[in-house]
């Protein structure tokens, strides 16, 4: 009896500390992953302010206004991760009564999320090899999907814009101060009444957000504007 139970027990200390080196492994993983995200959100800070400060240098030098213009509008391409192309969704409630208008439109990824809830998306991009990957990403999706969607090879600008914003009532922007600032009186002036606008990381302007919502750590954050 005395040995079974030696037994009995010896089985389960071995057992708690298997539990306690699952635990431990657990553990690890969690803070590896919060080490990793935290490099990750710094080295995008420093991405955005060296593209900033080079793109100003930029801007400034040049005499040929359609030349500064055109540079204005160059973001860096840093794709909207997933996790955050659905909570715009999710913040601006798109729905199938909607349409969507991406400026600066990438890969088309934000474009794609909308028409797979049901809405019609019109995204600008200037890049000639983003928009093919925008284009060939729309190609790979249903044939309602493919309905949906509308990619404009040209900068977000002129009639083409101003046709677009007419039927537009939710407006997605990631991109820098100094575009945002070009575009934010002609968006007001042209969107519908109530329109949404999400944008992401930065601000709309001097415009006060009627809601935020925090995005890895509140570093990028998702605000959103309703237009009056």
Known sequence: TSVRKEKITSVRKEKLKGDGEIEAKRTLKTKARQFLSALRRREFRKRVQRFIKDKKIQIGS?????????????SPFVPTCHEAVNQFLDLAKVTGQDTVCDIGCGDGRVLIASARRGARAIGFEIEEKFYKRAFDAVAQESRSVK???????????????????????????????????VLQPILIENLPRKARIVTFTFKFGDMQPVEEMPYRGNVTPLRLYIVP
Not at 62 to 74: H, Q, V
Not at 150 to 156: D, L, R
């Open 62 to 74: 040049s005499t040929d206004s359609a030349t500064s213009s055109k540079a204005l509008f160059r």
């Open 147 to 181: 309905e949906r969607v509308t990619i404009i090879n040209e900068k977000a600008e002129g009639k083409r814009l101003v046709e677009a914003l007419k039927r537009t009532t939710v407006v997605f922007l990631f991109l820098l101060p100094d575009a945002i600032r």
